[in-house]
């Protein structure tokens, strides 16, 4: 059983502060983490492997500091990591990325064929959700979105069955392998980094993937390049155009102003007046 | 790599953007019909009609594509676009359609894009959406722009100009796609007004087999266990919210937004430190990480109106704030604004509502 995780390098989005004046990120000094999502694929990845035997690759396309992060997955219990990291790699949007990591999986499986491929339901960065079908479709995988729980993997017969979110229910869902797996978050509960994975971590020599090494010999396909969308412009979202009208009454008591509030909102909403009106009855 | 990596570097360029001849055959707006179970998915109506404001600007026909069973609902599904703004459907019927899945989808999708060659492909960013349009586009080697908020044409390039948040949603950056067709795009449900429903628009069916059968399809459906709609609170599709934000302090007196809520049959909503808190559940987050609502009345109280708070509930007609803070960010953008101790002012709101319901209910 080989399993291959895709993780992510993102800002910490919740020490990231908000400028209260300009309204623009202040991203000084803000940790850089392993995208939460990527961690319950990750988990999952884990735990089937504790079950089934085999070995757990992570991979990650980033820049070189993106290492700490595939560390940290070695210090969970991932086997192996992979760096890819090129400069023609930059200015990548989820197609180009696709592509890359589709190539560097399609790598891997040279060395141990790839059972299954895990990938976060989306970034707190990029916040697409698009790189995991998009790898999938590339490497003809089939496609297990929002899995909220792996029910059984059958190896001897290579079908897993899961249940996945759709709107407005579970679909229960057996596929064949290989197939490419997103988890829905607080499906499953990361583990704690054993004594041993840490050390291991902390000695591990991940291997550096460069373009050539990645398997991509046409560079039109990633990076700047191979992205066929833009970004035009940046701006400052519009702020709805008027202040509030401050309810104000002479005795300021909490009666009198929720009692002007309410004649206001009757009056010159009738139509909101109407629907509340409606819910005495 | 990270959106912010890619801003600087690629410019949309100055003037003209010329298509060629062969991309410049891609003409008209199209939105995916979602449905699951029966049912339409609302946004698939809200996306429509985004798409009519595109259609028009572009002089283009704005068609509805559903693919499903064979069989009256899903030719239902086409009359109830036309009521919500499509001229003509596209329309895939075949038995492997019945429950959505990814292969036999994407198949079907991306055939009959090939076959009528749309220049711009709507969907609605939830989990059926999102799975199939990542697929498509990666089938199509198209751009595909995620959960966008606004939608525009920039006439100069006769392109979308998909705008969305970035910048962990402090900014909106826009985003185009110039040299590859369709131009494809996900928007969140609710982002959207839902356009006004005419039942006597008429329109015209293109009807294209799927060619496929169920031995082709790997993966199986064994199962669909819908959610108990009961006990899972609907805060999307929610007409009045009452939500509650740090400012409540602690959650005894969060207890004072139920009440309130609960005097007008509102739903129950809060800012994200209260979710972290614990004091309600996740699915009742409203903004950028949780949900986007647009109530007919929106009260926030204790909360201050931050940007990704705001791009969730700013949509609503009705916004009333209460904070005791008279700068709080949430005065520049509220209806009604009441500068005073959440703690007091909503049992009086309560009771004002109880005396307005109580007449309301002798009067009629
Ligand atoms: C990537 C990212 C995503 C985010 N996503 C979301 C999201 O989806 N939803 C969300 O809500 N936030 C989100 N946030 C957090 C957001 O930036 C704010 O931190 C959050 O909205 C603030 O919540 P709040 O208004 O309840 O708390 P605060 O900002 O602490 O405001 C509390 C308010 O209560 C007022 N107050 C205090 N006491 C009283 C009283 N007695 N009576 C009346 N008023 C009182 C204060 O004046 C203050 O204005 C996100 C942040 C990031 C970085
Ligand atoms: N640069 C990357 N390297 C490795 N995996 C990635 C990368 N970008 C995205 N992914 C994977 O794809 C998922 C969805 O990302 P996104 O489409 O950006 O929301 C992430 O949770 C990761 O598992």
Redesign the pocket.
Same mark, same amino acid.
């Given at each position: 059983m080989h399993i291959v995780v895709?993780? %992510?390098q993102v800002p910490d989005s919740a020490q990231i502060r908000v400028h209260p004046v300009t309204n623009t990120i202040m991203r000084q000094g803000v940790p850089a983490i392993v995208?939460p999502?990527?961690l319950f694929?990750l988990e999952e990845a884990l735990r089937l492997k504790d079950v089934h035997g085999g070995r757990v690759t992570v991979?990650?396309?980033?820049p070189p500091q993106a290492e700490a992060a595939l560390r940290k997955c070695i210090a969970f219990g991932a086997d192996e990591a992979i760096l890819v990291t090129d400069r023609a790699f930059a200015g990548a949007d989820?197609l180009a990325?696709s592509y890359a990591?589709a190539s560097a999986i399609t790598q891997i499986g040279k060395d141990q064929a790839v059972d299954m491929v895990f990938?976060? %339901?989306?970034?707190i960065d990029?916040?697409?959700?698009?790189?995991?079908p998009g790898i999938a479709k590339r490497m003809d995988l089939q496609l297990l979105t929002y899995v909220s729980q792996v029910d059984a993997l059958d190896l001897m017969t290579r079908t897993v069955r899961v249940q996945r979110r759709a709107e407005g229910g579970v679909q229960v869902l057996t596929t064949k392998l290989p197939c490419l797996v997103t988890m829905l978050e607080g499906s499953n509960e990361m583990r704690f980094a054993s004594m041993d994975n840490m050390f291991r971590a902390a000695r591990y020599q991940l291997k550096v993937w460069d373009r050539v090494a990645a398997g991509i010999d046409d560079v039109g396909k990633i990076g700047l390049k191979g992205s066929p969308t833009v970004v035009s412009k940046v701006f400052a979202p519009q702020a709805r155009t008027q202040r509030a009208e401050i309810i104000d009454t002479e005795s300021g008591e909490p009666r009198d102003i929720a009692l002007t509030l309410l004649s206001k909102l009757f009056t010159q909403h009738p139509k909101l007046g109407e629907a509340i009106s409606k819910r005495a009855t | 790599?990270s959106e912010e990596k890619r801003v600087p570097v690629k410019k949309a360029g100055k003037g003209k953007y010329e298509l060629s001849e062969q991309l410049k055959a891609y003409k008209g707006v199209w939105v995916f019909v979602e449905h699951e179970r029966g049912e339409v998915h609302p946004v698939s109506w809200e996306l429509l009609g985004e798409g009519r404001k595109l259609a028009d600007t572009l002089g283009v026909p704005l068609s509805g594509v559903v693919l499903g069973a064979p069989g009256l609902a899903t030719r239902r599904f086409c009359e109830e676009a036309f009521f919500h703004g499509a001229d003509n459907c596209y329309l895939m019927e075949d038995a492997v359609l019945n429950n959505y899945r990814n292969q036999p989808f994407t198949k079907g999708l991306t055939d009959l894009v090939n076959a009528y060659q749309p220049e711009i492909l709507l969907l609605g960013a939830t989990t059926q959406g999102r799975d199939l349009a990542g697929s498509v586009a990666t089938t199509l080697k198209t751009g595909l722009t995620a959960d966008c908020t606004e939608l525009n044409i920039d006439m100069e390039n006769r392109s979308l100009a998909a705008s969305r948040p970035t910048f962990g949603g402090s900014l909106l950056c826009t985003i185009l796609t110039l040299n590859y067709r369709p131009q494809m795009a996900t928007v969140r449900p609710r982002v959207m007004a839902l356009p006004d429903r005419d039942n006597r628009r008429l329109g015209s069916i293109v009807e294209h087999p799927l060619g496929l059968i169920e031995a082709d399809i790997v993966t199986k459906v064994l199962e669909y266990i819908p959610d108990n709609r009961q006990d899972k609170p609907q805060l999307a599709f929610a007409d009045i919210i009452v939500s509650g934000g740090r400012g409540m302090k602690n959650p005894d007196n969060f207890q004072l937004i139920w009440d309130l809520a609960l005097m007008l049959g509102a739903e129950v909503g809060a800012s994200r430190p209260v979710v972290q808190a614990g004091w309600v559940e996740a699915d009742r987050q409203v903004g950028q990480s949780g949900k986007t609502v647009r109530p007919k009345l929106y009260i926030a109280a204790g909360i201050s109106g931050a940007v990704q708070h705001r791009v969730g509930m700013e949509g609503a007609d009705v916004i009333i704030a209460i904070n005791n803070d008279p700068n709080a960010p949430i005065f520049d953008f509220a209806t009604y604004g009441i500068v005073g101790n959440a703690m007091t002012i909503l049992p009086a709101l309560t009771q004002a509502f109880k005396q307005r319901l109580a007449m309301a209910k002798m009067a009629g």
């Open positions: 895709c993780i %992510k995208n999502y990527d694929s991979i990650t396309m980033g989820t990325t990591l990938a976060g %339901k989306q970034t990029g916040d697409t959700a698009q790189v995991g | 790599m």
